[in-house]
């Protein structure tokens, strides 16, 4: 088993930053792909971004230039630095981190609150 807790969420004014934190432990040898997913209030839960064990990267559309995501395999940290925060950016963010060998097992954090607001 795997854990995951983030951290790092808050309330930010647009054009803010902000950096998401997820620590695993536990199995962490089993972690493959990581990633953040948000759910705002009455949607879909979407991915952020997402990062493979070997450091390649994707993002959603909405978030490129302005997110990045990082990771740690030493620390067994997961990163996300946001940046030009926008209020269509307020969501529950989520850490999840895929088993290396079977991609149908998943982990998922608690989640940590974004609330981009003036």
């Known amino acids: 088993q795997v854990q995951l807790v983030e951290s790092g969420g808050g309330l930010v004014q647009p054009g803010g930053s902000l950096r998401l934190s997820c620590a695993a432990s536990?199995?962490?040898?089993?972690?493959?792909?990581m990633g953040w997913y948000r759910q705002a209030p009455g949607k879909q839960r979407e991915l952020v971004a997402a990062?493979?064990?070997?450091?390649?990267?994707n993002y959603a559309d909405s978030v490129k230039g302005r997110f990045t995501i990082s990771r740690d395999n030493a620390k067994n940290t997961l990163d996300l630095q946001m940046n030009s925060l926008k209020p269509e950016d307020t969501a529950v963010y989520y850490c999840?981190?895929?088993?290396?060998?079977?991609?149908?097992?998943?982990?998922w954090g608690r989640g940590t609150q974004v609330t981009v607001s003036s």
């Open positions: 999840r981190a895929e088993h290396r060998r079977y991609s149908g097992v998943v982990y």
């Open positions: 536990g199995s962490v040898f089993s972690i493959g792909a």
């Open positions: 990062i493979s064990s070997a450091g390649s990267r």
